[in-house]
């Protein structure tokens, strides 16, 4: 098993079910670019990888296809696919439609003392990444934001359906980071949000949601530039490689 699955297994070692944990770390895999667009994924190799059996790795097969992350080619094998221009977008305009309605309802219903602790707290931890450099850090802080405010407003349902949505667009979030979106921006974005919560401001928490989940339409055109091989439809093929 290479170091950055290792890691990635390790992580996610109280995710309950082996299942879980499985599809967890491969998801996880494919999103921060471990597993390369168009590398060819072994069944067998990652069950001995992980010492599991083979079911759970087909199992994660198919939830990893049902998120677009994988095409299984019948007697070809499986592939994690290159990034979709068109499934970032659709992703995109989703999860700002949730993300906006939730910062909506957070300003117009308020939200406990705590939370808005906990995603000042979240802030502060994001903008201790900008002096270290620390990208990867800042990518679970991230996500860890957004997740506390959903929560935080009791709609839980509305971060189900956006972790389910999403999973194309985090590859290019991560891909973003840190030179075509620099996390100082993205952290004074999150700042806005909650400054027009607190201060029971829907319109204005909207707007800044708004803004921070349009920040990947300007990033998206200067990574398909510089990575064309991880995007649809580019000129050569990613060289497929074993675990």
């Not at 949601?209 to 000129?235: C, K, N, T, V, W």
Request: aromatic fraction near 6%.
């Amino acid at each position: 098993m290479t170091t950055p699955l290792q890691a990635l297994w390790q992580e996610a070692r109280d995710d309950g079910s082996v299942r879980q944990r499985l599809y967890r770390v491969l998801r996880q895999s494919i999103i921060r670019m471990v597993l390369a667009p168009g590398q060819a994924l072994s069944e067998k190799e990652l069950a001995d990888a992980f010492s599991v059996s083979r079911q759970p790795v087909r199992e994660a097969f198919i939830r990893l296809s049902e998120a677009g992350l994988v095409e299984v080619r019948p007697q070809r094998g499986t592939y994690v696919v290159r990034i979709s221009r068109k499934a970032v977008l659709e992703a995109r305009f989703v999860r700002e439609a949730i993300e906006v309605a939730v910062a909506r309802a957070a300003a117009e219903e308020g939200m406990a003392a705590y939370t808005l602790d906990e995603l000042r707290e979240l802030i502060e931890r994001q903008r201790r990444c900008i002096e270290s450099n620390d990208y990867d850090r800042f990518f679970k802080l991230d996500e860890a934001f957004h997740r506390s405010l959903s929560l935080g407003v009791g709609h839980t349902a509305a971060w189900r359906v956006t972790e389910e949505v999403k999973a194309q667009l985090d590859r290019v979030r991560y891909l973003s980071i840190p030179e075509s979106t620099p996390i100082a921006k993205l952290t004074d974005q999150h700042a806005m949000i909650v400054d027009a919560i607190v201060e029971r401001d829907p319109e204005a928490a909207g707007r800044a949601m708004s803004i921070h989940q349009r920040e990947i339409l300007h990033s998206l055109p200067e990574l398909m530039r510089r990575f064309p091989e991880m995007f649809d439809g580019a000129p050569s093929a990613v060289a497929v490689g074993s675990m």
